[in-house]
Nanobody, 118 residues
Framework: QVQLVESGGGLVQAGGSLRLSCGYS????????MGWYRQAPGRQRELVAT???????SYAVSVKGRFTISRDNDKKMVYLQMNSLKPEDTALYSC????????????WGQGTQVTVSS
């Protein structure tokens, strides 16, 4: 069983930055891919960014150029650096991971709140 724990959320003014962290544990096999989702109240969950075990990344158009996802496999951590934050970035950000078990399984953290004021 995989456990994901996020941290780093908070209140920030528009234009500011935050770095979210996700620590994972409980699985011997590597997690591939991992990523971050976000969901605002009354809105659908949105995939923000993903990263593979070999550090290939992808981003939602809405955050491309502003957010950077990274991972440290030795530390079992995934990060989301968020720069130039906008009020529309306000959401609950959740860490995601897919196991390499057969069959694969998806895991989610509890989320960390990011609020961007204007």
């Amino acid at each position: 069983q995989v456990q994901l724990v996020e941290s780093g959320g908070g209140l920030v003014q528009a234009g500011g930055s935050l770095r979210l962290s996700c620590g994972y544990s409980g699985s011997i096999l590597g997690l591939n891919p991992m990523g971050w989702y976000r969901q605002a109240p009354g809105r659908q969950r949105e995939l923000v960014a993903t990263i593979t075990i070999d550090s290939s990344t992808s981003y939602a158009v809405s955050v491309k150029g502003r957010f950077t996802i990274s991972r440290d496999n030795d530390k079992k951590m995934v990060y989301l650096q968020m720069n130039s934050l906008k009020p529309e970035d306000t959401a609950l950000y959740s860490c995601y991971a897919r196991s390499r078990t057969i069959p694969s399984r998806d895991y989610w953290g509890q989320g960390t709140q990011v609020t961007v004021s204007s």
